[in-house]
Nanobody, 124 residues
């Protein structure tokens, strides 16, 4: 069973930064496309960013320019660097993994494996 473990969440002031990490318990990590989603209270889970098996990245308009996704295949880890955080970024952030290949990796249904989530709270 593939396990994903997120870390790095916390409380930060608006304008601050956080880096989330997601470690995948899978030796063939490079075969996985990885995504970050988030879910704010009372809202549906939404796509934030993704990185394909070959390193192509995808962002929402709100994440573009502020967030950076990256992967370290040697460490089985995907990162989400979040800068210029806003109160509306407050949510539980989830990483997700898939062995399939997609055009954009933006859909929740694209992913089979999910982490437990990490809370990000941005104060104004």
């Amino acid at each position: 069973q593939v396990q994903l473990v997120e870390s790095g969440g916390g409380l930060v002031r608006a304008g601050g930064s956080l880096r989330l990490s997601c470690v995948v318990s899978e030796r063939t990590f490079r075969a996985y496309g990885m995504g970050w989603f988030r879910q704010a209270p009372g809202k549906e889970r939404e796509f934030v960013t993704a990185i394909s098996q070959s390193g192509i990245t995808y962002y929402t308009d709100s994440a573009e320019g502020r967030f950076t996704i990256s992967r370290d295949n040697a460490k089985n880890t995907v990162y989400l660097q979040m800068n210029s955080l806003k109160p509306e970024d407050t949510a539980v952030y989830y990483c997700a993994a898939t062995t399939e290949y997609y055009t954009t990796y933006r859909e929740m249904s694209d992913y089979v494996y999910w982490g437990q989530g990490t809370q990000v709270t941005v104060s104004s």
